[in-house]
């Protein structure tokens, strides 16, 4: 089993906050010898050319079975990891030029097998993301502000400190390399979407609940 990486936006080319459908989740490029200003420097030069591509972007409309659509018509969505999943959910795939999620609405995605299921989910998950994000305060109303240096500081800022911690069982280097699918399952087997504390079995479980706005920091949303 190869090792983890220490952060899998930092660690891969610029396709790596893009998914594509050929795009292996647990195969990570290893750059060995470099020092901490080298790889700082090429994180940089990452994220600036990810920002100007996703300002170059013009998305396109097409007709699948009679319906106007963002998508191509042969568009699913694959599988990938957490964090993968929050950059895509805001910045889409910019090198086949696919609208981001958070822009999609049901008429889009009628025609992918469980389109709109799969996409629900993706929503609530972000959903979890956003509450501990607006706690440590890098969250961003307006889906335009969005940037890929913008999501990963949201991610570096919530992911290992508030959802793996909260939701997973165990918080180890192992724990990045699990899908948004499977943390998405361990949301709601910890109640992480009861909307009342009477839902819940005590206040250990209803402070698992994003409807909860009290957070144990001491921070109301």
């Known amino acids: 089993m190869s090792a983890a990486p220490p952060s899998a936006l930092q660690e891969n080319e610029l396709d790596l906050y893009v998914f594509d459908d050929e795009e292996d989740m647990d195969t990570y490029i290893e750059r060995d010898g470099q020092t901490a200003g080298e790889r700082h420097q090429r994180n ?15 998305f396109t409309v097409g007709l699948v079975k009679d319906t106007l659509t963002s998508l191509p018509p042969n568009f699913k969505f694959p599988p990938m990891i957490c964090e993968q999943l929050v950059t895509n959910w805001f910045c889409g795939n ?12 049901s008429k889009d995605i009628i ?7 799969t996409r629900n989910k993706m ?12 706690a440590e305060i890098c969250w961003m109303d307006r889906k335009s502000e969005w940037s890929p240096a913008l999501v990963s500081k949201l991610w570096n800022s919530v992911g290992r400190k508030r959802i793996y911690a909260k939701y997973n069982n165990k918080n180890d280097s192992r724990v990045i390399s699990i899908t948004w699918k499977t943390m998405h399952n361990k949301m709601l087997k910890k109640v992480a979407f009861k909307k009342k504390r009477e839902m819940c079995r005590d206040d250990v479980m209803w402070d698992l609940s994003i409807y909860n706005h009290a957070l144990p920091s001491g921070v109301i949303l």
Do not use: H, W
């Open 94 to 105: 910019v090198s086949k030029n696919i609208i981001p999620p958070c822009r999609l609405n």
């Open 123 to 134: 929503a609530r998950f972000v959903k979890v993301v956003e509450k501990y994000g607006r």
């Open 44 to 58: 940089a030069d990452m994220q600036e050319r990810g920002e100007t591509a996703v300002k170059k972007r013009r």
């Open 111 to 117: 025609n992918i097998k469980d389109g709109n299921p």
